[in-house]
Each structure stands twice: as C-alpha cells, then as structure tokens.
C-alpha cells in the first residue's frame, strides 16, 4: 500500500486555524508523500516556504473557482489518473486535522471509500443509469464526508466509470461529490463502503460525542470542520495553543 495524501488549496495563504490544522497533521503524517492539489494560477511562495516537503500537483483553474468547480475535479477520471501510481489518496481539507496515522490499517481494511459519517444521513431518489425508469430506488446514506476521506483510486475510477450518467449529472448540477461516492458506491456491485460505526473510527465531523460513545470509545483517526461542531470535543485532543482559547 502506498497512500498519498492530497491537500485542495485555492488561497495564497492560510488562515491561522486552518493553518494550525495542517501543521498538526502534515506532522502526523510524515514521511508519507503528499501534495497540495491546486490551481496552475496560484502563487505557490507560502506553501513552498512553509511546507518545502509537499508537492504541487497543478489543476485547471476553474475546477478552483468554486464549490461547484471543486466537486467536478473530484468526480473527474482523470484526477484518480494523476495518482494511479499510488494505492489510496487521503483528501485531507485545511479544516480538517489528522491526530495519527493509521492510514496502513485503513488501507489495508476492505473499504474503497473512507469518510466521517452522516448522523442524520442524506436522502435521494436515484433515478439514473442501470436504476433508470422502474428501476428509480429511494435511498438514505449515512457515509462518508468528503473532508477528510481516503478512497481507493482504482475502485474510485471504476465506480465513475460504471454510473456515467449519474456522474454526469452531478457535475452539472454541481453537486456534492461525496455524495456521489457514497449513494452510487451503496448501489454498486464492486465497491465497499463502511457502516457509521467503521466510518467513525476513521474520521468524525457532526456529533463526535455521540459518536464516541457508540462506537467503543475509539477517538478517530482524525477530523473535518472540528472547529465548527463540538470544538471542546476536539480540543481535548489537540496540543494547545491559544487559537484553541475560548473553545
């Protein structure tokens, strides 16, 4: 298994939580290759000079320019292409943070995609590719955000690969990509998702609380947006620093 851990930026700077996020997890992370996955338009100076050990692996502006532009990168063939020469990608977001590295297990499990889970889940009425017409199925997931995920690239551009169309109508509607990931990955019949328990010990996001204490116990591997849901949560688990005073 060899992962690569993929960083998405878009600014010419950090700000400091995102900042202090990343140093924690870069050092957690380290001697694991890694790149910052950014536009060809960005002035790199920052990240050069703060981060030397991490690559530039340079995208089509406009795949930076929004939200919506984002998810198309990631529901793009050709963005797994980049990295076939690895095992997994870690998409680790600046608001997100990786406490330890656990990525041989993890990539050792049997899952193709790795996100923190949904304690409410997502609904859809998928209506598209083999499940078109009288086919159509009403589905609720409840994995796995995309913040911070390790996916399989093969099995990755493989499941692109077998829902042409409901990709296709991700990227025009621009929709969540994760979600792609996770209501075409439950349909297919090659690609494995975890249950919320599994999910959780990987990564966290909404309820962390909650989800500590059904799941044994485990504090995840890392999380997303930690500073936005729970922050007293996470700073237990953090080192301290005074970005972290008040939370």
């Not at 600014?11 to 910052?36: I, V, W």
């Not at 095992?87 to 590295?101: C, E, F, W």
């Amino acid at each position: 298994m060899n992962p690569i851990v993929l960083v998405p930026v878009y600014r010419p700077t950090l700000p400091p939580l995102e900042q202090y996020s990343l140093d924690l997890s870069l050092a957690a992370l380290a001697g694991r290759p890694a790149a910052f996955v950014a536009p060809h338009g960005l002035d790199r100076r920052y990240y050069q000079q703060r981060y030397p050990q991490v690559a530039f692996a340079a995208f089509d502006d406009a795949f930076f320019a929004s939200i919506p532009g984002y998810n198309r990168l990631l529901l793009d063939v050709a963005f797994y292409q980049r990295f076939a020469a690895h095992s997994h990608l870690l998409i680790l977001q600046t608001d997100a943070v990786v406490l330890r590295d656990e990525l041989d297990a993890w990539c050792a499990a049997p899952y193709d995609y790795l996100g923190a889970p949904w304690p409410d889940g997502h609904e859809l009425f998928v209506n598209l590719d083999r499940f078109g017409g009288a086919n159509g199925k009403r589905m609720k997931v409840h994995v796995g955000n995309g913040g911070l995920s390790l996916r399989r690239i093969d099995k990755c551009t493989a499941l692109l690969r077998e829902f042409p169309q409901a990709a296709t109508v991700f990227c025009q509607t621009g929709s969540n990509e994760d979600l792609f990931f996770a209501f075409m990955g439950a349909l297919s019949g090659d690609f494995v998702l975890p249950g919320e328990i599994a999910a959780s010990r990987f990564a966290m996001e909404l309820r962390p609380s909650y989800y500590l204490a059904v799941n044994g116990g485990h504090a995840p591997m890392g999380g997303h947006a930690w500073w936005k849901y729970e922050p007293g949560f996470w700073k237990a688990l953090l080192p301290a620093s005074p970005l972290l005073d008040g939370m």
